[in-house]
């Protein structure tokens, strides 16, 4: 019913920057908090940031001042713009949203996640 399709990851050089794109498709009435969460290798699956549908943020202290998220609610699109990247942000990044369906129900999404290599 409802799809989440990433991209944007890729490899790049430690200080570098990537701009990851999640565009949300289908049967949507209204999307809620979209947000990104990533997990690196033998890690767990963790928060890095999220945006509200009025535009407040919310972001993991590893990553504040270096990755900024927003969103386009015209588009049904959230991204996360990534700067002074290090090894340690490698990951495969998975986008997720809370969206209301034409039933009003609420469910939860993620994307097939896209992975990001940052090399030292």
């Known amino acids: 019913q409802v799809q989440l399709v990433e991209s944007g990851g890729g490899l790049v050089q430690a200080g570098g920057s990537l701009r990851l794109s999640c565009v949300a498709s289908?049967?949507?009435?209204?999307?809620?908090?979209m947000g990104w969460y990533r997990q690196g290798p033998e890690k767990q699956r963790e928060l890095v940031a999220t945006?509200?549908?009025?535009?407040?943020?919310n972001s993991a202290d590893s990553v504040k001042g270096r990755f900024t998220i927003s969103r386009d609610n015209a588009k049904n699109t959230v991204y996360l713009q990534m700067n002074s990247l290090q090894p340690e942000d490698t990951a495969v990044y998975y986008c997720?949203?809370?969206?209301?369906?034409?039933?009003?129900?609420?469910?939860?999404?993620w994307g097939q996640g896209t992975q990001v290599t940052v090399s030292s």
């Open positions: 997720n949203a809370w969206v209301v369906l034409a039933t009003g129900i609420q469910y939860n999404y």
């Open positions: 289908g049967s949507i009435f209204s999307i809620n908090t």
């Open positions: 945006v509200t549908s009025v535009g407040s943020t």
